[in-house]
Protein backbone atom coordinates (compact mmCIF):
# COMPACT_ATOMS: atom_id res chain seq x y z
CA UNK A 1 0.00 0.00 0.00
CA UNK A 2 2.87 2.34 1.02
CA UNK A 3 5.26 0.22 -0.24
CA UNK A 4 6.21 -0.84 3.47
CA UNK A 5 5.51 -4.16 3.28
CA UNK A 6 5.81 -4.71 -0.52
CA UNK A 7 9.55 -6.55 -0.16
CA UNK A 8 7.52 -9.90 0.69
CA UNK A 9 5.98 -9.11 3.87
CA UNK A 10 9.19 -9.66 6.20
CA UNK A 11 9.33 -9.57 8.86
CA UNK A 12 12.62 -9.33 10.97
CA UNK A 13 13.12 -10.81 15.09
CA UNK A 14 13.17 -7.14 17.25
CA UNK A 15 16.37 -6.74 18.49
CA UNK A 16 16.39 -4.18 21.54
CA UNK A 17 19.96 -3.59 22.35
CA UNK A 18 19.16 -1.07 18.86
CA UNK A 19 17.09 0.73 21.32
CA UNK A 20 19.23 1.03 24.68
CA UNK A 21 16.38 3.25 26.52
CA UNK A 22 13.29 3.07 26.91
CA UNK A 23 11.24 6.33 27.45
CA UNK A 24 7.44 5.27 27.35
CA UNK A 25 6.29 2.79 30.21
CA UNK A 26 4.03 2.76 32.93
CA UNK A 27 6.05 0.63 35.73
CA UNK A 28 5.69 2.41 38.65
CA UNK A 29 3.55 0.54 41.25
CA UNK A 30 -0.34 1.69 41.94
CA UNK A 31 0.76 5.00 40.47
CA UNK A 32 -1.39 4.38 37.37
CA UNK A 33 -3.38 1.68 34.82
CA UNK A 34 -0.04 0.34 34.99
CA UNK A 35 2.03 -2.20 37.26
CA UNK A 36 -0.34 -2.58 40.31
CA UNK A 37 2.46 -3.53 42.89
CA UNK A 38 6.15 -3.63 43.42
CA UNK A 39 6.46 -7.11 43.27
CA UNK A 40 5.57 -7.12 39.13
CA UNK A 41 7.40 -3.40 38.67
CA UNK A 42 10.23 -5.92 39.70
CA UNK A 43 9.61 -8.59 37.42
CA UNK A 44 8.77 -6.15 34.52
CA UNK A 45 12.01 -4.85 35.11
CA UNK A 46 14.22 -7.71 35.21
CA UNK A 47 12.56 -8.82 31.89
CA UNK A 48 13.27 -5.20 30.38
CA UNK A 49 16.91 -6.26 30.94
CA UNK A 50 16.61 -9.80 29.65
CA UNK A 51 15.27 -8.21 26.63
CA UNK A 52 18.65 -5.68 26.25
CA UNK A 53 17.25 -2.58 27.91
CA UNK A 54 20.41 -0.56 29.86
CA UNK A 55 17.89 2.42 30.74
CA UNK A 56 14.47 2.94 31.73
CA UNK A 57 12.35 6.69 31.89
CA UNK A 58 9.11 5.08 32.87
CA UNK A 59 6.16 7.66 32.14
CA UNK A 60 3.32 7.56 34.68
CA UNK A 61 0.33 9.42 33.36
CA UNK A 62 -0.58 12.51 34.59
CA UNK A 63 -4.65 12.66 33.75
CA UNK A 64 -6.53 14.79 36.27
CA UNK A 65 -9.58 12.80 35.87
CA UNK A 66 -7.92 9.82 36.68
CA UNK A 67 -4.51 9.75 37.80
CA UNK A 68 -3.64 12.77 39.94
CA UNK A 69 0.22 12.40 40.13
CA UNK A 70 2.43 15.12 40.85
CA UNK A 71 5.82 14.96 40.71
CA UNK A 72 6.52 14.56 44.14
CA UNK A 73 3.97 11.23 43.91
CA UNK A 74 5.90 10.07 40.87
CA UNK A 75 9.34 10.81 42.52
CA UNK A 76 8.04 8.98 45.63
CA UNK A 77 7.37 5.65 43.62
CA UNK A 78 10.03 5.92 42.02
CA UNK A 79 12.75 6.32 44.75
CA UNK A 80 10.96 2.89 46.25
CA UNK A 81 10.98 0.90 42.77
CA UNK A 82 14.79 1.80 42.53
CA UNK A 83 15.55 0.60 46.04
CA UNK A 84 13.71 -2.68 45.35
CA UNK A 85 15.60 -3.14 42.47
CA UNK A 86 18.70 -2.86 43.96
CA UNK A 87 17.50 -4.88 46.63
CA UNK A 88 16.64 -7.73 44.10
CA UNK A 89 20.07 -7.01 42.91
CA UNK A 90 18.77 -6.08 38.98
CA UNK A 91 21.05 -3.34 37.73
CA UNK A 92 19.62 -1.05 35.10
CA UNK A 93 19.05 2.17 35.19
CA UNK A 94 15.71 3.29 36.32
CA UNK A 95 14.30 6.99 35.61
CA UNK A 96 10.94 8.47 35.57
CA UNK A 97 9.41 11.42 33.66
CA UNK A 98 5.40 11.23 33.12
CA UNK A 99 3.05 11.04 30.12
CA UNK A 100 0.84 14.65 30.17
CA UNK A 101 -2.59 14.01 28.79
CA UNK A 102 -2.65 17.62 27.26
CA UNK A 103 -6.11 18.93 28.80
CA UNK A 104 -7.01 22.16 31.09
CA UNK A 105 -4.94 20.95 33.91
CA UNK A 106 -2.06 20.93 31.76
CA UNK A 107 -2.53 24.28 30.42
CA UNK A 108 -3.13 25.11 34.16
CA UNK A 109 0.46 24.12 35.44
CA UNK A 110 1.64 25.56 31.90
CA UNK A 111 0.07 29.07 32.95
CA UNK A 112 1.17 29.06 36.46
CA UNK A 113 4.53 27.99 35.24
CA UNK A 114 4.85 25.54 37.28
CA UNK A 115 7.68 22.57 35.95
CA UNK A 116 6.69 19.73 34.18
CA UNK A 117 8.89 16.41 34.20
CA UNK A 118 10.50 15.68 31.18
CA UNK A 119 12.53 12.60 29.61
CA UNK A 120 15.37 14.94 29.06
CA UNK A 121 15.87 18.93 28.84
CA UNK A 122 12.99 20.20 27.48
CA UNK A 123 11.42 17.35 25.77
CA UNK A 124 8.02 16.07 27.45
CA UNK A 125 5.88 13.07 26.60
CA UNK A 126 2.44 13.86 25.69
CA UNK A 127 -0.60 12.11 24.49
CA UNK A 128 -4.67 13.12 24.02
CA UNK A 129 -7.71 10.50 23.78
CA UNK A 130 -7.16 7.79 21.47
CA UNK A 131 -11.07 7.82 20.98
CA UNK A 132 -12.17 11.31 20.76
CA UNK A 133 -10.25 14.14 18.41
CA UNK A 134 -9.32 17.24 20.62
CA UNK A 135 -10.63 20.68 19.65
CA UNK A 136 -7.90 22.05 21.52
CA UNK A 137 -5.15 20.42 20.09
CA UNK A 138 -3.46 22.63 18.30
CA UNK A 139 -3.22 25.60 21.17
CA UNK A 140 -2.24 22.87 23.89
CA UNK A 141 0.69 22.15 21.95
CA UNK A 142 1.77 25.52 20.85
CA UNK A 143 1.37 26.75 24.13
CA UNK A 144 3.81 23.95 25.44
CA UNK A 145 6.36 25.51 23.05
CA UNK A 146 5.61 29.08 24.37
CA UNK A 147 6.27 27.57 27.85
CA UNK A 148 9.77 26.45 26.60
CA UNK A 149 8.97 22.90 25.80
CA UNK A 150 9.07 20.37 22.91
CA UNK A 151 6.19 17.78 22.78
CA UNK A 152 6.64 14.26 22.08
CA UNK A 153 3.61 13.11 20.85
CA UNK A 154 3.39 9.11 22.06
CA UNK A 155 1.79 6.81 19.88
CA UNK A 156 0.53 8.65 16.64
CA UNK A 157 -0.30 6.00 14.84
CA UNK A 158 -2.85 5.34 18.09
CA UNK A 159 -5.70 8.31 16.91
CA UNK A 160 -7.30 6.57 14.71
CA UNK A 161 -9.71 9.60 13.71
CA UNK A 162 -6.58 10.68 11.76
CA UNK A 163 -6.64 8.09 9.82
CA UNK A 164 -5.63 8.61 5.75
CA UNK A 165 -5.62 12.53 7.59
CA UNK A 166 -1.82 12.72 6.04
CA UNK A 167 -1.81 16.21 5.49
CA UNK A 168 -2.44 17.04 9.43
CA UNK A 169 0.57 14.40 10.20
CA UNK A 170 3.07 16.37 8.29
CA UNK A 171 1.59 20.00 9.92
CA UNK A 172 1.89 19.17 13.27
CA UNK A 173 5.45 17.38 12.62
CA UNK A 174 6.72 20.63 10.64
CA UNK A 175 5.51 22.37 13.58
CA UNK A 176 7.99 21.06 15.76
CA UNK A 177 6.48 18.04 17.57
CA UNK A 178 8.17 15.04 17.86
CA UNK A 179 6.41 11.31 17.76
CA UNK A 180 7.35 8.25 18.83
CA UNK A 181 6.34 4.85 17.77
CA UNK A 182 4.87 2.00 20.28
CA UNK A 183 6.57 -0.81 19.60
CA UNK A 184 3.61 -3.00 19.39
CA UNK A 185 1.42 -0.82 16.84
CA UNK A 186 3.64 -2.57 13.88
CA UNK A 187 2.04 -5.90 14.44
CA UNK A 188 -1.60 -4.95 13.89
CA UNK A 189 -2.44 -5.65 17.76
CA UNK A 190 -3.83 -2.12 18.29
CA UNK A 191 -5.83 -3.02 15.06
CA UNK A 192 -5.69 -2.53 11.15
CA UNK A 193 -6.35 0.77 11.21
CA UNK A 194 -3.45 1.57 13.51
CA UNK A 195 -0.77 -0.55 11.69
CA UNK A 196 -1.35 1.21 8.36
CA UNK A 197 -0.77 4.56 10.16
CA UNK A 198 2.47 3.20 11.68
CA UNK A 199 3.15 1.88 8.23
CA UNK A 200 2.86 5.70 6.79
CA UNK A 201 4.86 7.21 9.64
CA UNK A 202 7.65 5.14 9.17
CA UNK A 203 7.46 5.41 5.18
CA UNK A 204 7.79 9.30 5.85
CA UNK A 205 10.17 9.31 8.89
CA UNK A 206 8.19 10.64 10.97
CA UNK A 207 9.26 8.95 13.95
CA UNK A 208 12.20 10.37 16.30
CA UNK A 209 11.92 7.57 19.58
CA UNK A 210 10.52 4.03 19.90
CA UNK A 211 8.69 2.52 22.82
CA UNK A 212 6.71 0.25 24.36
CA UNK A 213 4.06 2.17 26.46
CA UNK A 214 4.17 -1.08 28.42
CA UNK A 215 1.22 -1.64 31.10
CA UNK A 216 1.28 -5.13 32.18
CA UNK A 217 2.57 -8.59 31.45
CA UNK A 218 0.50 -9.53 28.22
CA UNK A 219 2.33 -6.18 26.82
CA UNK A 220 5.72 -7.92 27.96
CA UNK A 221 5.04 -11.38 26.37
CA UNK A 222 3.79 -9.55 23.06
CA UNK A 223 7.50 -7.92 23.18
CA UNK A 224 9.41 -11.05 23.90
CA UNK A 225 8.26 -12.45 20.43
CA UNK A 226 8.03 -9.53 18.24
CA UNK A 227 8.75 -9.42 14.60
CA UNK A 228 9.06 -6.23 12.98
CA UNK A 229 8.62 -4.67 9.23
CA UNK A 230 11.92 -4.11 7.41
CA UNK A 231 10.90 -0.92 7.21
CA UNK A 232 11.33 -0.05 11.26
CA UNK A 233 14.59 -2.40 11.10
CA UNK A 234 16.24 0.33 8.86
CA UNK A 235 14.83 2.93 11.25
CA UNK A 236 17.04 1.18 14.46
CA UNK A 237 20.05 0.66 12.77
CA UNK A 238 20.71 3.83 10.93
CA UNK A 239 20.68 6.28 13.58
CA UNK A 240 18.12 7.95 13.52
CA UNK A 241 16.29 7.27 17.19
CA UNK A 242 16.85 9.70 20.08
CA UNK A 243 16.38 6.88 22.44
CA UNK A 244 20.29 6.73 22.81
CA UNK A 245 20.48 10.65 24.18
CA UNK A 246 18.43 10.58 26.68
Given at each position: ?????????RKLKMDYTLIGADMHSHLLPGIDDGSPDLETSIALVRQFKELGYTRLITTPHVLWDLYKNTPDTIRYRLDELRE????????IEMEAAAEYFL?????DLLRKKERLLTLKDDLVLTEFSTMYQSMSMKNILFEM????????LAHPERYVYWHKKWDLFHEIKENGVLFQLNLLSVTGGYGSRVEEIAQYLLEHDFYSFAGTDLHHEGHMARLQTLEIPEKLQELLTSGALLNRSL
Open positions: MFGLFSRKNALTANQVDDDHVLQMAGYRPV
